[in-house]
């Protein structure tokens, strides 16, 4: 089974990759083409321009008299080869960005073949389901002893020194270590709350939050452990499945607000629902208002009383 949770983040990253390789692409290809057809208008608006001065001069030519005579001066051929020329560079451009994307999206989907040489491939490295759980008939069920391993500390270990500065704290609640990066959003989010600017709000909302640390290695893990739960810590999850989507407010980001909630909550100037760190501001300010403090929400407190998860 652990296998799953590392494929399904590969899956994720390359997704996400490829998507974002396909929408610059696009938005390339849409300025060249508004590129050229701006050069072609100028084009067309130059010629006749020049037309009009050359007849104006030479009232007795005829027009098209005088577009041959400005070819033949070589007036028309000099507009159309400059043209030409800035068109074929924003041409290049598109081509540079279709080459960029089709060297994303070959590094992460490999095209023909089975197993590991088919699509995206993460999934392809786990063994097919079978066995006594899954195949009818009697099997001998076969364990095999997984070795303990050391818990992965938070970034910036504890120093024992009571201090409270720097401090780690081990991956608890089921939930494997975190990345730096979502380390770094958690700190950000009890910053901000725990901010001068802030504390008026505080005030005002009859928030006490004074037992928040953003150095506090059991503020940080309880959060991440919330995170873990909720989003996997991708803070682009949007729920599509569960009543609050039937009921058009899908839960999103890191702690998986859902849209009412997070805007009863987020701070002044930190009212973006799918960045991390304003969804961390939200999510722990609605679990103030309503539990108390981080050890009263209810996954935090069945976890520590030896229960699961339990979302809020």
Known sequence: MRLYPKAGEGFNTAVRACAEALDNTAQALEK?????????????????????????KNPGKTEAEAMAALWAGGTMTGLMNGNIELAKGHVKAAE?????????????????????????????????AGGADFDPGDKKVVWTRTPVQEQTRLSGG?????????????????APAPKAEVVEWIKQALT??????????????????????????DDVQRIWTIIYHESGGD???????????????????????IPPTFNAHALPGHGKILDPVDNIIA??????????NLAGHPGIASLAQGGGYQPY
């Open 32 to 56: 060249a083409r508004s590129d050229i057809d701006g050069l072609c208008k100028q084009a067309v608006t130059s010629a006749v321009t020049h037309l009009q001065d050359h007849l104006d």
């Open 96 to 128: 540079e960005s279709v080459n960029a994307a089709r060297t994303i999206l070959g590094g992460h989907v490999k095209i023909g073949g089975s197993g590991e040489n088919a699509g995206f491939g993460f999934f392809t490295g786990i063994p097919f």
């Open 158 to 174: 504890g120093s024992g020194n009571g201090s409270g500065a720097g401090g780690g704290a081990s991956s608890g609640g089921g």
């Open 192 to 217: 901000i709350i725990k901010s001068p600017e802030m504390a008026g709000t505080m005030r005002e909302r009859g928030i006490d939050v004074s037992d928040l640390d953003a150095n506090d290695a």
């Open 235 to 257: 803070p682009g999850a949007v729920n599509t499945w569960d009543i609050n989507a039937k009921n058009g407010v899908p839960s999103q980001g890191l702690m998986q607000t």
């Open 283 to 292: 999510g722990v300010l609605y679990t103030y208002s309503r539990y108390g």
